[in-house]
């Protein structure tokens, strides 16, 4: 039986991809997106306590910590129709907001600096669960602050909980598509050594440029895939055996 799952949404990818992820699964479940169930979804077993937590108010809130070093998308998801769907107090933005620059090393670093307040957040998260599963994390390997800060993470997770199941929806660059970020080569070695020492499941994404309300429409190569079919993916994944650790 599947247990509880914490999200973690990191930089503009990870960020656009979560909110599309949790529209899904409220459409799915039957959840508002002031995170009040719907009168048809009252009854049934369709576990929303993996994703989902209900609040003193009986609503129902994502096991998500949305984190970035710039403001742009998470203040677009605030302004959205879904803004009181999340806790605000897992949400993460940089005090400076400058993000990270397109590039690793300074996302890694800045990790460095703010992980007390970040694992702040993960760890109230955690603690509030009642037999955690393991984590999502959604990125990409491209940008700055997805592949730093995901590459920081995904090492601190790692040794903060050894024995939790770490799951990445790493968004990949699209070599069909030019890009001006000269360093998005070694953005992408840099992370891919840490996902592979420190993820237990990799969905490599090939992702192709869009903006927050377009989100990037990432494909598990060679099969395409929406963000829509990223959110169903996930929770079929997740409810499957597999999730047992080794």
């Known amino acids: 039986m599947p247990r509880e799952i914490i999200t973690l949404q990191l930089g503009q990818c990870g960020n656009q991809i979560g909110f599309e992820f949790w529209k899904q699964l409220c459409a799915e479940h039957g959840i508002s997106p002031e995170g009040i169930v719907e009168e048809f979804a009252t009854e049934g077993t369709d576990r929303k ?13 994502p096991r998500a910590v949305l984190l970035d070093l710039e403001p742009r998308v998470i203040h677009s998801i605030l302004n959205s129709p879904y803004a009181k769907l999340y806790n605000p107090e897992n949400i993460y933005l940089s005090e400076h907001g400058g993000g990270a620059g397109n590039n690793w090393a300074s996302g890694f670093s800045q990790g460095e600096k703010i992980h007390e307040d970040i694992f702040d957040i993960i760890d109230r998260e955690a603690d509030g669960s009642d037999s955690l ?8 390997i491209a940008g700055g602050t997805g592949s730093g800060l995901g590459s920081y993470l995904l090492e601190r997770l790692n040794d903060r909980y050894p024995k939790k199941l770490v799951q990445t929806y790493s968004v990949f660059p699209n070599q069909d598509e030019m890009s001006d970020v000269v360093v998005q080569p070694y953005n992408s070695l840099l992370t891919l050594k840490r996902l592979t020492q420190n993820a237990d499941c990799v969905v490599s994404m090939r992702g192709q ?3 927050f309300g377009r989100p990037p429409q990432t494909r598990e190569t060679p099969t395409p895939c929406s963000s829509q079919d990223l959110a169903q993916r996930t929770e079929d994944q997740q409810s499957h055996t597999w999730w047992t650790k080794l």
């Open 49 to 61: 306590d993996v994703f989902f937590y209900q609040a003193d108010d009986e609503h129902y809130i």
């Open 133 to 140: 599963e393991g984590f999502v994390l959604c990125h990409s």
């Open 209 to 211: 440029s869009g903006g």
